[in-house]
T-cell receptor
Framework: DAGVIQSPRHEVTEMGQEVTLRCKPISGHNSLFWYRQTMMRGLELLIY????????DSGMPEDRFSAKMPNASFSTLKIQPSEPRDSAVYFC??????????????FGEGSRLTVL | DQQVKQNSPSLSVQEGRISILNCDYTNSMFDYFLWYKKYPAEGPTFLISISSIKDKNEDGRFTVFLNKSAKHLSLHIVPSQPGDSAVYFCAALLNFGNEKLTFGTGTRLTIIP
């Protein structure tokens, strides 16, 4: 079975450029999460969707960040314009919420972003 | 402000001995706690969890202990094996049924053969 698929795995870009990260959740999962991993803050939740609807975006750092989930099998995280401090590993995760969320998320392999 | 804290960035343990990873939290409303394990260039994977109504949960070599009065939980791995070398993240759920996980900063565990 395919897990959560993220692309690109690595992205190197220059400050000011637009970055788009992509995620395909596990088929049948109805919740999708975007996390960012940094040394200082560990794994931070940026936003999560349930049934394609954004539920909590309080972790999105600022207006430069936006996320969409146009359908159940695809989501994007966009940074425009990108800044060096956005350099991090971005993880997408999905889960099947059966009315009793247990925190058992399935993570993709991550997208490592470097902004020069 | 970090609501879930892992104060030890790294830990080295001899193979066969016990590994103890610690985690502290500040929000007494957290209802459910989890440990995730992460290998390099991979995403975190779920390891073990515990509900706030329990003080211990065991799964094979892994045991999680919860001390609610101290707002502290720990993960014990016995015996430690080389394949356990990874980064371990502690995480907490605000209430059962909510999927907003709050993670700590992680502890890198190295098992020395």
């Amino acid at each position: 079975d395919a897990g959560v698929i993220q692309s690109p795995r690595h992205e190197v870009t220059e400050m000011g450029q637009e970055v788009t990260l992509r995620c395909k959740p596990i088929s049948g999962h109805n919740s999708l999460f975007w996390y960012r991993q940094t040394m200082m803050r560990g794994l931070e939740l940026l936003i999560y969707f349930n049934n394609n609807v954004p539920i909590d975006d309080s972790g999105m750092p600022e207006d430069r960040f936006s996320a969409k989930m146009p359908n159940a099998s695809f989501s994007t995280l966009k940074i425009q314009p990108s800044e060096p401090r956005d350099s991090a590993v971005y993880f997408c995760a999905s889960s099947l919420l059966l009315g009793m969320g247990t925190g058992e998320l399935f993570f993709g392999e991550g997208s490592r972003l470097t902004v020069l | 402000d970090q609501q879930v804290k892992q104060n030890s960035p790294s830990l080295s343990v001899q193979e066969g001995r016990i590994s103890i990873l610690n985690c502290d939290y500040t929000n007494s409303m957290f209802d459910y706690f989890l440990w995730y394990k992460k290998y390099p260039a991979e995403g975190p994977t779920f390891l073990i969890s515990i509900s706030s109504i329990k003080d211990k949960n065991e799964d094979g070599r892994f045991t999680v202990f919860l001390n609610k009065s101290a707002k502290h939980l720990s993960l014990h791995i016995v015996p430690s094996q080389p394949g356990d070398s990874a980064v371990y993240f502690c995480a907490a759920l605000l209430n059962f049924g909510n999927e907003k996980l709050t993670f700590g900063t992680g502890t890198r565990l190295t098992i020395i053969p």
